[in-house]
């Protein structure tokens, strides 16, 4: 299991609390607004934020026509499925539960590894790996009354997580040779195209002008989700294994819960503090140092061949 870059972690650290707290931003985003109506702005705003980064940067716009149907493919997986579920599990759920149904994905990500890609999983990546399920399930335990009357939505927020472990693996080996930000701005483009057809089509009855609140979480969705997270997650998941990048960001749905709660009054269990001991259990199976190997191990396992 590699270890992160310091790199890595300098932009892991914002991109988890950017992430974990907009769970419940989004929740009071939608409270009295159409979600996808929500995503729709937030993508279209954050768009131009998203492509200033590239013009600043002297990034490329362009890929080449040859790969249009991988881009294509890659923002089905990563952002369309992913972005129009989840908030409308956002609408129907708890904050803090949608974030934890939505970060299952790791357990997805590793079957689909095995699977498809033949991945072999090390030992500290199947402690990570179980870790997650025992938290994800804890974390769920006093829901399964709620849920069990919403099971449309919760079906919704699990495709979305498996969807997106899909994504995670196809952007990980994906055969496009442009930067990351290039494919960030264009698989963001193509998200705002399809949610925003997907709103005037279910929504359009619904659309209003957005309150204070409302605009308040679209905003920060388009600067801070599409403007930042978003490059700076296919970044991590293109330059990191699978388990290693997903595992990682797994204190963002302990924050959801916990911010939740805090802004929210979503209430909190035991099961819910047992849960973060798990998390950071999947995140130090990543994040901790590989042990050197011994000096002169090399050569004396080449002389005894």
């Not at 707290?21 to 985003?29: S, T």
């Not at 797994?250 to 709660?261: D, K």
Request: hydrophobic share 60%; proline share 6%.
């Amino acid at each position: 299991m590699p270890t992160l870059s310091l790199r890595q972690i300098a932009l892991l650290v914002p991109l988890t609390i950017v992430w974990g707290i907009n769970w419940p931003v989004m929740k009071l985003g939608v409270a009295d607004y159409p979600p996808l109506a929500f995503r729709t702005l937030s993508l279209w705003l954050g768009l131009p934020v998203l492509g200033l980064a590239l013009v600043a940067m002297k990034v490329p716009f362009r890929i080449p026509r040859r790969h249009w149907p991988e881009l294509l493919w890659l923002a089905a997986t990563n952002m369309f499925v992913w972005h129009a579920c989840m908030i409308l599990a956002v609408k129907a759920l708890s904050s803090g539960r949608a974030a934890i149904l939505g970060y299952t994905m790791p357990v997805f990500s590793a079957v689909i590894g095995a699977v498809l890609f033949s991945a072999v999983l090390t030992r500290r990546g199947w402690v990570g790996v179980s870790a997650c399920s025992l938290g994800v399930a804890l974390l769920l335990w006093h829901e399964f009354t709620h849920l069990a009357g919403r099971p449309g939505y919760v079906a919704l927020a699990l495709m979305a997580a498996a969807t997106w472990a899909l994504g995670t693996q196809l952007l990980r080996h994906t055969r496009i040779d442009v930067p990351t930000l290039t494919l960030s701005f264009w698989m963001t483009a193509l998200t705002a195209v399809v949610v925003t057809l997907l709103t005037a089509m279910f929504e359009r009855p619904q659309w209003h002008a957005p309150d204070r609140a409302a605009w308040g979480a679209i905003l920060f969705n388009a600067v801070l989700i599409f403007g930042f997270a978003h490059a700076t997650w296919f970044y991590l998941a293109r330059g990191l294994p699978p388990v290693a990048s997903t595992l990682s960001v797994m204190l963002i749905p302990v924050l959801g819960v916990f911010s939740g709660a805090v802004w929210l009054g979503e209430t909190i269990y035991w099961q819910d503090w047992a849960a973060v001991a798990l998390m950071m259990v999947a995140i130090v199976s990543v994040l901790w140092p590989a042990r050197a190997e011994a000096p002169g191990s090399g050569a004396q396992a080449t002389s005894s061949t």
